[in-house]
């Protein structure tokens, strides 16, 4: 290939994180040949802000341009399944973004609104993974890339984990992550029918993605095979529906969840008996949480992507740093704060395309894959089966009963 062209599908948040660290991979030449939104007033100005030459309010328009190599999704998740059956069947490679699927009410009439306490979590689960396996066929069968962005996968925090792991030969006992903030400011996320599921869904994907694959990871260093979940037990809550807080004149964090949770907790068993647990949340101040700690019979290592203390500063009034970016999802720029040299290359969004690219480039296979997306699909729905019985379930059952 002369250069990777790549079609974008999306205008938002996840849209420009993707753009910036494009414009950053390094030994292979990159053209974003064109986006498509759903509003084309919306399209057009983030076409102009990138100099994006072609600009739609139809992705399949970029599937029938025989100039692109690459199917970028960073549209809502109720879009992921259909945008990425046309695409793999178009013949594109496809990066898609988290989540991979889920349910989003797709066999209830178009007039209902509110389903998330509505429909049964078996039934959500066996829909969830019947639009994976889906996915996951098409893409096999057409034969395309498929690179999931996750991307703590490729966050340094946790590359120098995989290689510290790898020195040390030791067990992964035990695995605690968690995603946390004071909730999305996208309309969207409000909604189960469009997001697919509340805080365990939006947040909790990138933790529990990152604990699976380094089970996983282990599991090939020792045996060949990836150690993979075997059990879930869960809890989901909506703790700003609590009187006490509904009393508050001032609201710091995001309120307005309609039929999606905003905490959770999960706790997961791998087949070898070892554990991990998941907590995400959008009732967090203090700017975005995202850690991992790896717990092992010979040595512990603490993964803190944000915050960290790279760069500390202190302001007296919010004034004084009124025009420099600190972090994300923070309340305030008074006082002390974790200001980020690099937060993309931190959270490892430039590492995660330059793989990707790499994979369609060098026609190999990423290391964030359509199985990954698929696992973790699988644990979030289980979990909020389980969530839903109060009780463990056990995924080799749970995927018995969906083939019955």
Known sequence: MEKIRIGLVGAGFCAHLHVNSLQNVKGIPVEIVGVAAKSLKSAEEFAGKFNIPKYYDDYRYLLDDKMVDIIDICAPNSTHKQICLDSARSGKNIICEKPLTGYFGEDLDEQVELIGDKVPKTKMYRMAM?????????????????GYAENFIYAPAIEKARRLIKSSRGTILELRAEESHSGSHAAYSRFWKSSGGGALLRLGTHPIGAVIHLKNYEGQLKNGKPIKVKSVMADVANLTRVPSFLAESKKWVVSDWKDVEDWSAVFLTFEDGTK??????????????????????NSVIKCNITPNNTCQVYAPSPEEFVDEYISEKLETK??????????????????????FIEAVYYNRDPISDIDLGREVVKVIYASYVSAELGQRVDLEKLEEDRMK
């Not at 019947?130 to 498929?146: C, P, T």
């Not at 991990?276 to 019979?297: C, H, K, P, Y």
């Open 276 to 297: 991990a647990s998941i907590f995400s949340n959008d009732i967090t101040l203090g700017g975005v949480i995202n850690f991992v700690e790896v717990r092992l019979s």
């Open 334 to 355: 008074a006082g002390w704060n974790f200001a980020f040299p690099d937060e993309d290359w931190a959270r490892g969004y430039p590492q995660e395309m330059q793989d």
């Open 130 to 146: 019947q639009s994976a396996d889906e996915i996951v066929r098409v893409i096999q069968e057409n034969k395309v890339k498929f």
